[in-house]
């Protein structure tokens, strides 16, 4: 019997699938279906290629109530900019759940990777952020500095963001396009101390691997959320912040306690018990922030579930339409 394969391009799934309150639902419903019953989601599959300033990833889950699930490949070489090459592209293969048949091939170049990935952070701010939030601020200025800030102003539509990056050139040109998206102020900050003490919600975007945010710069009323530290040795929150918060929160923990920002306070003896993750908080199983003046945390590593919601909807996205290329097999 034949069957048909969608072979579809980055430009392609541009038209079809955009960061919005749609897609952060989504995203959402696979974190609630992470936390409950029968989830297959092996460990991550990463290699760290130094030689070559690189690493590669490959996640993938099986989701109950999904029709399929997603293998996705994501290369990361951070030298490709001076080759004038982006430094990330990857793509995602949609199996089905029934039959285990490649349904559809995404040759996103990690572009779904960066809107689920943000996307997270949005629900991450839904369930963690202070109820009012008037000042945001991003630790980094590359493309998921401007995403997660995005992201997150569409569940806090706060008015002003401050950007720090180790290059105040990139800081500014980052502040710019967020302006010019969102129509805030946006300024650049010299310190991460200076970020961190005016702002209530922080995304760290960083590939830091010596802490940039120390237990001293909490305050009441913060809410970070730490998406950078996806690969082990790094880390953009210090042990002792994590342990000095009213609530950490995972998206996984048994990833993040070897790649996120867990891995370093377990290294040291710290947050050795039970930890909730965020399907937990998004199902009501495990309490959120429970009032305004409360410190939040919230360690996101990147999930294969994320990445069988974001192909699965895609998939429905294209249903019946005639975006992509058959291949007959």
Same mark, same amino acid.
């Given at each position: 019997?034949?069957?048909?394969? $969608?072979?579809?391009?980055?430009?392609?799934? &541009? $038209?079809?699938?955009?960061?919005?309150?749609?897609?952060?639902d989504?995203?959402e419903?696979?974190?609630?279906?992470?936390?409950?019953?029968?989830?297959?989601?092996?460990?991550?599959?990463?290699m760290?290629?130094?030689?070559v300033?690189?690493?590669?990833?490959? =996640?993938?889950a099986?989701?109950?109530?999904?029709?399929?699930?997603?293998?996705?490949?994501?290369?990361?070489?951070?030298?490709?900019?001076k080759l004038?090459?982006?430094?990330?592209?990857g793509?995602?293969?949609?199996?089905?759940?029934?039959?285990?048949?490649?349904?559809? @091939?995404?040759?996103?170049?990690?572009?779904?990777?960066d809107?689920?990935?943000?996307?997270?952070?949005?629900?991450?701010? $839904?369930?963690?952020?202070?109820?009012?939030?008037?000042?945001? %601020?991003? @630790?980094?200025?590359?493309?998921?500095?401007r995403?997660?800030?995005?992201?997150?102003?569409?569940?806090?539509?706060?008015?002003?963001?401050?950007v720090?990056g180790?290059?105040?050139? =990139?800081?500014?040109?980052? %502040?710019?396009?967020?302006? =010019?998206?969102?129509g805030?102020?946006?300024?650049?900050?010299?310190?991460?101390?200076?970020?961190?003490?005016h702002?209530?919600?922080?995304?760290?975007?960083?590939?830091? &691997?010596?802490?940039?945010?120390?237990?001293?710069?909490?305050?009441?009323?913060?809410?970070?959320t /730490?998406?950078?530290?996806d690969?082990?040795?790094k880390?953009?929150? /210090? /042990?002792?912040?994590?342990?000095?918060?009213? @609530?950490?929160?995972?998206?996984?923990?048994?990833?993040?306690?070897?790649?996120?920002?867990?891995?370093?306070?377990?290294?040291?003896?710290?947050?050795?018990?039970?930890?909730?993750?965020?399907g937990?908080v998004?199902?009501?199983?495990?309490?959120? $922030?429970?009032?305004?003046?409360?410190?939040?945390?919230?360690?996101l590593?990147?999930?294969g579930?994320?990445?069988?919601?974001?192909?699965?909807?895609?998939?429905?996205?294209?249903?019946?339409?005639d975006?992509?290329? @058959?291949?007959?097999?």
């Amino acid at each position: 019997m034949a069957h048909d394969i $969608r072979v579809v391009t980055e430009a392609e799934l &541009r $038209r079809v699938i955009a960061l919005d309150a749609g897609l952060v639902d989504v995203i959402e419903r696979a974190f609630a279906a992470l936390s409950g019953p029968g989830v297959v989601m092996p460990p991550v599959l990463s290699m760290a290629l130094e030689e070559v300033h690189g690493e590669v990833d490959v =996640k993938t889950a099986y989701l109950p109530g999904f029709d399929g699930f997603a293998i996705k490949v994501s290369p990361g070489f951070f030298d490709n900019p001076k080759l004038g090459l982006p430094s990330l592209n990857g793509l995602m293969i949609l199996f089905s759940a029934k039959t285990g048949l490649v349904e559809a @091939l995404f040759l996103d170049n990690g572009y779904l990777t960066d809107i689920r990935t943000a996307a997270a952070g949005a629900v991450a701010a $839904r369930h963690l952020a202070p109820s009012q939030v008037e000042t945001a %601020a991003v @630790l980094g200025t590359g493309v998921q500095a401007r995403l997660q800030i995005a992201a997150a102003h569409l569940e806090r539509p706060f008015g002003r963001v401050l950007v720090w990056g180790r290059d105040l050139v =990139k800081a500014g040109d980052c %502040a710019a396009e967020l302006r =010019k998206i969102l129509g805030i102020e946006a300024e650049v900050v010299e310190t991460v101390d200076e970020a961190v003490a005016h702002s209530q919600l922080v995304v760290t975007t960083t590939p830091a &691997r010596d802490p940039l945010i120390t237990a001293g710069m909490l305050h009441p009323g913060l809410h970070i959320t /730490a998406m950078g530290s996806d690969q082990p040795g790094k880390n953009e929150v /210090a /042990a002792d912040a994590l342990a000095a918060a009213d @609530l950490y929160v995972a998206d996984r923990v048994a990833q993040c306690e070897v790649a996120g920002e867990l891995a370093a306070a377990r290294a040291r003896g710290l947050m050795t018990g039970l930890l909730p993750e965020l399907g937990e908080v998004v199902t009501g199983a495990v309490p959120g $922030r429970s009032s305004d003046d409360e410190v939040t945390i919230c360690d996101l590593t990147g999930t294969g579930a994320q990445d069988t919601a974001i192909a699965s909807h895609v998939a429905t996205l294209l249903s019946g339409g005639d975006i992509g290329t @058959l291949i007959g097999t």
